[in-house]
């Protein structure tokens, strides 16, 4: 059976993106929209890994990310943070305290890197 | 650079005075000089003067000053001692330089190298859109998938719109645009117009976008140019509502006004109650790319807002509280742009 990985992100662009790559990479691929959204989808899918874009609207990825390193059933599921450069300080003063994310991705995207960086953590995960 | 010559005696008391200086201050001879110069009751803090009539020395400092007309400008001012034979300072001579337009440049190049860096980092970002749409045409193609190529050929054609938005901000920032004012213009139109083009993408994202415009006279303005610095403001207005993370707030709310003032200015505001400016962000407000993450505005927004209001010869000031929100404020002279 397909590995399967869950995109929370807000933007289109990433959904798009993620989800092609993903899917041409052999992947099971769901899309969530914003935090609360991917917390359910959580529950439903079962994903292997995250991918989590931290800045979202209403501060739903950290909300998000919270919920899923404090919830039993969910702490072990890897989450790959995806981020811009300048979004750095503000990604770790918004996650003090929490355990840090198994990978944290600055955009642009290395496509060939960034999937086999996926493809170890999917297979440590399973 | 205008330059101010005056002699004051050991009272602060103005002797004499050059052409220049009762241009600009009026004939005060006779006036203390900080009455003259600052509207100030007492000596001012540091007075170059005083300290030339206590060591003979030439002494300088820089000030800030109020002419006639209520600007305040910078000036360098040096301060020379006038002896007697005996080698006694009887008065002491200030010349002032006034520095203003030097400074306002000074800051102009500072904010366009700020724009460069952050154009281009902007730029990364929007190569990296087109790069991942070319990625997924691509991928349509090879798979025979039309959905998937129509859904990468809508990533190009998105981010190819935000290019062509962002370059257009450039130019606004840049010499390349000349102003072109126009007879007639009214503001509360020009709002009320950006108004209904946002307000149902405002709704889509749960923000309420009001108008609230009064009578306000036509004038003299540059009518693309205040849709241009009307709309970076109401982007930006919708991103703080949007990047908001306070989970106490039921709804959000942007406002945009448009209002003459007693002194019959025309005044803009766009006030919302999202995320706010946090502390660390305020100096940087005019002068970088203040998008965390902003996908409505070009992150040269405010740039662009403060080159339109200085053209119209009006200016911007901002009032925000982090958490609460932002209120941006742009005043224009009533008639618009004098010939």
Redesign the interface.
């Given at each position: 059976m397909a590995a399967r990985i869950l995109v929370i992100d807000d933007?289109?662009?990433?959904q798009?993106?993620l989800r092609?790559?993903f899917c041409?990479a052999g992947y099971e691929v769901e899309v969530a929209g914003d935090g609360a959204e991917g917390l359910l989808r959580v529950d439903s899918f079962h994903p292997d890994l995250i991918t989590l874009d931290i800045?979202m609207?209403?501060?739903s990825g950290?909300a998000a990310y919270r919920a899923l390193r404090e919830a039993a059933a969910t702490r072990a599921i890897p989450v790959v943070v995806l981020t811009?450069?300048?979004?750095q300080a503000?990604l770790l003063r918004d996650l003090a305290g929490l355990p840090p994310p198994e990978l944290i991705v600055e955009?642009?995207?290395d496509?060939p890197v960034f999937l086999r960086q996926i493809e170890t953590l999917v297979g440590a995960s399973r | 650079m205008p330059v101010y010559m005056t002699v004051q005696d050991r009272s602060y008391r103005i002797l004499e005075a050059n052409e220049r200086f009762r241009q600009d201050f009026g004939d005060r001879v006779g006036e203390h000089c900080h009455r003259a110069y600052k509207g100030r009751e007492n000596i001012c803090p540091g007075c170059p003067v005083e300290r030339t009539f206590v060591d003979g020395q030439v002494h300088s400092s820089e000030e800030t000053v109020v002419t006639r007309d209520g600007r305040s400008a910078s000036m360098i001012v040096h301060s020379v001692p006038v002896t007697d034979e005996k080698g006694y300072v009887t008065s002491v001579m200030v010349v002032s330089t006034n520095i203003t337009e030097v400074k306002r440049m000074q800051r102009q190049l500072a904010l366009m190298g700020l724009a460069v860096a952050g154009t281009a980092h902007r730029i990364k970002n929007l190569l990296m859109g087109l790069e991942g749409g070319i990625f997924v045409v691509n991928t349509g193609f090879e798979t025979r998938d039309e959905a998937t190529i129509a859904e990468g050929w809508e990533m190009v054609e998105r981010n190819v719109g935000t290019v062509s938005r962002v370059v257009k901000d450039l130019l606004y920032c840049s010499k390349e645009r000349e102003p072109r004012f126009a007879e007639d213009v009214n503001p509360g139109a020009v709002v009320r117009e950006v108004h209904e083009l946002f307000r149902a993408r405002a709704q889509a994202e749960g923000i309420e976008l009001r108008a609230e415009t009064n009578t306000v006279s036509p004038g003299r303005f540059d009518r693309e140019a205040l849709q241009n610095l009307v709309t970076n403001l109401v982007a930006n207005a919708i991103d703080a509502c949007r990047f908001d993370p306070s989970p106490d707030k039921h709804e959000h709310c942007v406002t945009l006004r448009c209002f003459s003032t007693d002194a019959g200015e025309a005044v803009i505001e766009v006030e919302d109650n999202g995320v706010g400016i946090p502390d660390d962000a305020e100096h940087k407000v005019f002068e970088n790319f203040f998008s965390t993450k902003g996908t409505e505005g070009t992150g040269l927004g405010l740039l662009v807002v403060q080159k339109v209001a200085e053209e119209h010869g009006g200016s911007v000031s901002y009032v925000s509280n982090p958490g609460r929100g932002t209120c941006f404020r742009v005043v224009l002279p009533g008639a618009g742009r004098s010939q």
């Open positions: 933007e289109r662009d990433m798009v993106y092609t790559l041409r800045l609207p209403r501060g950290v811009g450069l300048s979004d503000t955009k642009p995207i496509r | -």
